[in-house]
């Protein structure tokens, strides 16, 4: 797995041994690392040293041979990535998993998914909550970005399980201003618990179910508080379409005219943002971002996707998603990154776009940008909380390595995560899962599952209508 000359950083720095142990030492494994500039490249046979939760220092194998830790992690022939960042998703919603198949968009929501959230419970939502979880730590996923009801519960499976996560509870104008001001007190409530590995977010479903004028209070109590605003816009071009029809203004242009730019704001999808849109999310004066989720366009055939290349010349960051597991039917955040590429490339017509390294990049530096801890996470660098990943490439798939950084991306496969490890606590090694029981919770969902997913009362939470 040796990289080409260009791709070497500086020479690691020699582990100095302490008194006291480290709590976790990872060694001999080939460790992704970021130069001053942002480029990718890989440090063979490496170490990575972890104290009180915060990566102490990325050195040599034979530095740490004789430091005293905890525990130790013996990594030869995987490579350590930072931890998967799920910029979007509904975790709950693995619950509905292929309930709602082969529909366009507006069948899809109206006739199958918002009448069945009409039963959700906050067990429903717990249950699927775990379930979730335990998809993205063997996934390789650290930290995930949740939209949607009942948010205690998933706050509290976050808390347990050790994930990390941006949470908001979802409100729509037809719940009368009960639904943002819920919005507004989870959001205080739940910031900076589970030992700071939860942060919020202000959560209007879209410009299309949430009034201007609640989308101009809640871009008002987001900059009050200091919280970042997380909801779908322009998330097709029909919606794009529909917008200007009926309100002379795009997604994006109805989010600057309520103030919702001015603000730190997380854009779930914008296969619908224009070229006209560009300007706008240019000069925003918070910290603006956009998740792209390709694996659900390409299923409801729409006819765009994420403008990437065009949003990272105007300085947006994109961030990896999958959407939820009714759309998506995945939360695997690995997928994500290779249909990226591949669906980049085509819209572009351009082989050159995305490169693996730049797939990767979106992958760790621009998806922790894009939920608001790019200073955090997403390297593996000291100084940096200790989310990262194992990733076993001796299987035949991913044999011989001419290109390491194409290999991850193209070849390596979900499955091939060996370990997770968030804040310095291992949450899955070597495939078994240490925090959360799933046959306990397929078992009870299964049981919940009749009543559920029963469409017979009529009811819907919403109408989709764009």
């Known amino acids: 797995m040796t990289p080409s000359s260009h791709e070497k950083p500086a020479r690691l720095p020699e582990e100095r041994p302490r008194e006291t142990p480290a709590d976790l030492i990872v060694s001999g494994c080939t460790v992704l690392v970021h ?10 046979d490496a170490a990575v040293v972890v104290r009180e939760g915060v990566i102490h220092s990325v050195t040599t194998a034979a530095a740490v041979d004789g430091l005293p830790a905890a525990d130790r992690i013996d990594a ?28 366009p968009t507006e069948e899809w929501f109206n006739d199958v998914v918002w009448p069945v959230e009409s039963n959700l419970t906050e067990r429903d939502v717990e249950l699927g909550t775990r379930l979730a979880c335990a998809e993205m730590i063997r996934a390789g996923v ?51 618990t589970a030992d700071g590995r939860i942060t919020t977010a202000l959560a209007p479903h879209a410009p299309y179910t949430v009034t201007d004028a609640d989308l101009a209070t809640t871009a008002g109590l987001a900059r009050d508080h200091g919280l970042p605003v ?24 109805v989010l600057e005219r309520t103030g919702v730019l001015d603000t730190d704001v997380l854009i779930a999808h914008g296969t619908g943002i224009t070229e006209d849109d560009l300007p706008l999310l240019a000069r925003a004066s918070g910290r603006t971002a956009v998740a792209t989720a390709p694996r659900g366009y390409l299923k409801f ?13 105007i300085g947006v960051p994109v961030g990896l998603a999958t959407d939820g597991a009714a759309s998506n039917n995945s939360l695997d955040v690995w997928e994500s990154m290779a249909l990226t590429a591949l669906v980049q490339k085509f819209t572009e017509g351009d082989p050159r776009r995305l490169t693996s390294r730049q797939a990767l990049h979106h992958a760790t530096v621009q998806s922790a940008e894009a939920v608001g801890l790019g200073g955090t996470v997403g390297r593996i660098a000291p100084g940096r909380r200790a989310d990262l990943v194992l990733v076993d ?64 009362h009529g009811r819907r939470i919403q109408e989709y209508d764009t």
Do not use: K
Request: with cysteine; net charge negative; glycine share 8%.
């Open 35 to 44: 130069d001053e500039r942002e480029r990718i490249g890989f440090e063979e």
């Open 393 to 456: 490439l001796t299987g035949p798939h991913t044999q011989p390595v001419h290109d390491l950084a194409a290999t991850l991306v193209h070849s390596a496969r979900s499955a091939d995560v060996r370990t997770t490890i968030v804040d310095g606590r291992v949450l899955m090694r070597d495939r078994e899962l240490l925090t959360l029981d799933v046959s306990a919770v397929v078992r009870e969902l299964g049981e919940r599952l009749p009543a559920l997913t029963d469409r017979g």
């Open 76 to 103: 030869r022939g995987q490579v350590a990535l930072p931890g998967l960042i799920n910029c979007h998703t509904h975790a709950p919603m693995v619950a509905l998993r292929g309930l709602a198949e082969d529909l």
């Open 142 to 192: 650290t930290c995930f970005a949740d939209h949607y009801f009942a948010m205690d519960a998933v706050a509290a499976v976050v808390a347990e399980c050790g994930m990390r996560a941006l949470l908001g509870q979802a409100y729509f104008s037809s719940q009368g201003p009960q639904g943002r001001e819920r919005s507004l007190e989870f959001a205080l409530r739940h910031r900076g």
């Open 230 to 253: 997380h909801l779908h816009a322009a998330e097709n071009r029909d919606q794009t379409e529909t917008s200007l029809a009926r309100h002379g203004a795009t997604p994006i242009g």
């Open 301 to 313: 055939a729409w006819p765009t996707t994420t403008p990437v290349r065009a949003l990272r010349d």
